[in-house]
Each structure stands twice: as structure tokens, then as C-alpha cells.
């Protein structure tokens, strides 16, 4: 249970940078490599069967990832923000 709670949290963290990204704050580059890095670890979880989830997981590091070096349109930033937030605030349920 707590291992739900620890992994929402992770997501709640992505979304925050994502949302971060899309409103022009200062991303500190760590943040955003240390959120990218969790979620492509949580999206290695595909192999246990949680294809969907394991794959927005998956989705939305690459977007971060690609955030460091282009401009990335703001619906691209937009839909994993709010899909980590609904599966954040989900597992916290």
C-alpha cells in the first residue's frame, strides 16, 4: 500500500513540472532529469502487465526529456499533466 503511495507521489511530482513547464517557471535541470529518470523506471513496470499506465509513464519522460532541448508544443505538455495528476490523486485514494 504504501509502495502505491510513494509511486503517485512520483507521478504528482511530474505533473508539478509539467505544469511548471507550460506556465514559463524556472525548471531547475535536476528536476526535471530526476522526474524524467523516476517515471522511465515506473515505465519499466510495462513487463508486469500495467501495459496503459506503463506507457504514459513512458510518454511522459521522453516529453520531459525533449523539454530540455526544444519547444515543445503546449497541448504535448498539457495531456501528460493532467493524466499524472489523475493517476496521482487516484492512487492517494
Known amino acids: 500500500m504504501v509502495v502505491v503511495k510513494i509511486l503517485g507521489a512520483i ?5 508539478l513540472a509539467f505544469l511548471m513547464l507550460i506556465f514559463d517557471m524556472d525548471v531547475y535541470l535536476r528536476f526535471l532529469l530526476f522526474c524524467a529518470g523516476l517515471l522511465l523506471l ?3 513496470f510495462i513487463f508486469t502487465g500495467e501495459v496503459p499506465l506503463s506507457i504514459i509513464d513512458v510518454f511522459s519522460s521522453v516529453i520531459l526529456i525533449l523539454s ?9 505538455l498539457w495531456i ?5 495528476l489523475a493517476k496521482g490523486v487516484v492512487s492517494f485514494l
Open 80 to 84: 501528460p499533466a493532467f493524466l499524472l
Open 42 to 44: 515506473k515505465g519499466m
Open 68 to 76: 530540455i532541448f526544444f519547444t515543445i508544443f503546449p497541448i504535448l
Open 11 to 15: 507521478d504528482l511530482l511530474s505533473s
